[in-house]
């Protein structure tokens, strides 16, 4: 137990690290790069089109989108490495239960992850479709 703590303690740690730096530059890759330039009329624009100075239009929705696509990126590519890791696992466990064990415990909860984040932005995408068409969106 203590030897697969020290495997996945460091492995999270470098996942999290990773994504405090790989969000910043998803969130100012979906602002269309607008650092050290002033957006004006933000108060009270009530969800309609942003004008950047870059001359894109920008909405909110699109700005989400934008996040949501990118941390859905970082969920794939997290399934991705924990698959091949347990299946890396499982080749060279050699026959030994305990490693075989370990190696499905590892491809099961990346499938369960997987599921759960999916599900996860399929309701939310549901609820939020609701909201718009109730509020007299198309």
């Known amino acids: 137990m203590k030897s697969l703590r020290k495997k996945i303690l460091p492995a999270a740690i470098g996942l999290y690290l990773a994504a405090a730096l790989i969000g910043p530059v998803a969130a100012s890759a979906a602002f269309g790069n607008i650092t050290n330039q002033m957006i004006t009329g933000l108060e009270g624009n009530g969800g309609e089109a942003i004008a950047l100075p870059s001359g894109q239009n920008t909405t909110v929705e699109t700005v989400a989108g934008n996040v949501i696509q990118s941390f859905l990126s970082v969920f794939g590519i997290l399934f991705l490495g924990l698959m091949v890791y347990g299946g890396y696992k499982w080749m060279i466990a050699q026959g030994r239960e305990e490693e075989l064990k370990k190696a499905k415990d590892i491809i099961r ?30």
């Open 109 to 138: 909860s990346s499938i369960i992850g997987l599921a759960i984040a999916l599900s996860a932005y399929a309701i939310s995408l549901f609820v939020v479709a609701r909201f718009y068409q109730a509020a007299g969106g198309t």
